[in-house]
């Protein structure tokens, strides 16, 4: 069998094609099961891409260091994504925000912690810090589109892309703050942390900088 604009008919015989709407209502011979399991014509395609199609994007951050608490606020956060054609802008957006909320735990102190014992210290939401609505700081979005040719949809992947790059970038934008008189070895940006590396690193200053 062929299916055609719409239409499917027996190869070699298009003149005896029926519309599918005609063919799905006849596949639904029991009206019972169709209700409970779906519709009665169905079918499945599947396709193996020659590679893996990979995604690219840039992410900026500005930032405000106390240099007396530690304390860092984003003022500012940049992203620059290209996922290929967005098949849904809609839930494209939605997916580098989710994607950068949760990247943003890290900077913010989520880790593991164990005690000189081997212990868990962080095994519940107790101990352990999740963003929240009000720790998400103004996001700037752009979308680049450069389709793939390794699928037929030129789609790329979305949503894992944003997931890393903050803890990176904000780490970089905190070192930058000082003009390279403060070493962040450790992308976990607590208020403490960030003191302890001031004092340490002797480049605390009179005003925050960013």
């Known amino acids: 069998m062929r299916?055609?604009?719409?239409?499917?008919?027996?190869?070699?015989?298009?003149?005896r094609a029926i519309p599918l709407a005609q063919l799905a209502r006849v596949a639904l011979r029991d009206r019972a099961w169709s209700r409970s399991a779906g519709p009665g014509l169905w079918a499945t395609?599947?396709?193996?891409?020659?590679?893996?199609?990979?995604?690219?994007?840039?992410?900026?951050?500005?930032?405000?260091?106390?240099?007396?608490?530690?304390?860092?606020?984003?003022?500012?956060?940049?992203?620059?994504?290209?996922?290929?054609?967005?098949?849904?802008p809609v839930i494209v957006d939605g997916q580098i925000v989710g994607g950068f909320a949760?990247?943003?735990?890290?900077?913010?102190?989520?880790?593991?912690?164990?005690?000189?014992?081997?212990?868990?210290?962080?095994?519940?939401?107790?101990?352990?810090?999740?963003?929240?609505?009000?720790?998400?700081?103004?996001?700037?979005?752009?979308?680049?589109?450069?389709a793939t040719d390794h699928n037929p949809l030129g789609v790329r992947g979305v949503g894992e892309g944003a997931t890393g790059p903050p803890a990176a970038a904000i780490a970089n934008a905190v070192a930058d703050a000082f003009e390279g008189r403060l070493e962040i070895k450790n992308p976990v940006l607590t208020p403490y942390a960030v003191y302890t590396s001031i004092r340490d690193a002797g480049a605390a200053t009179d005003r925050p900088r960013r």
Request: glycine content about 10%; overall charge negative; aromatic content about 8%.
């Open 3 to 15: 299916i055609e604009a719409g239409q499917a008919f027996v190869v070699g015989a298009p003149s």
């Open 45 to 88: 395609n599947f396709y193996a891409p020659p590679t893996v199609t990979w995604s690219s994007g840039v992410h900026a951050a500005v930032v405000d260091v106390d240099a007396e608490t530690g304390r860092v606020t984003i003022l500012k956060y940049v992203i620059v994504h290209d996922c290929g054609r967005p098949l849904h």
């Open 102 to 146: 949760q990247g943003l735990g890290v900077p913010l102190g989520e880790h593991v912690v164990y005690g000189e014992d081997g212990q868990l210290l962080t095994g519940t939401l107790m101990d352990y810090p999740v963003p929240r609505a009000a720790d998400m700081p103004p996001l700037v979005l752009e979308h680049l589109q450069f």
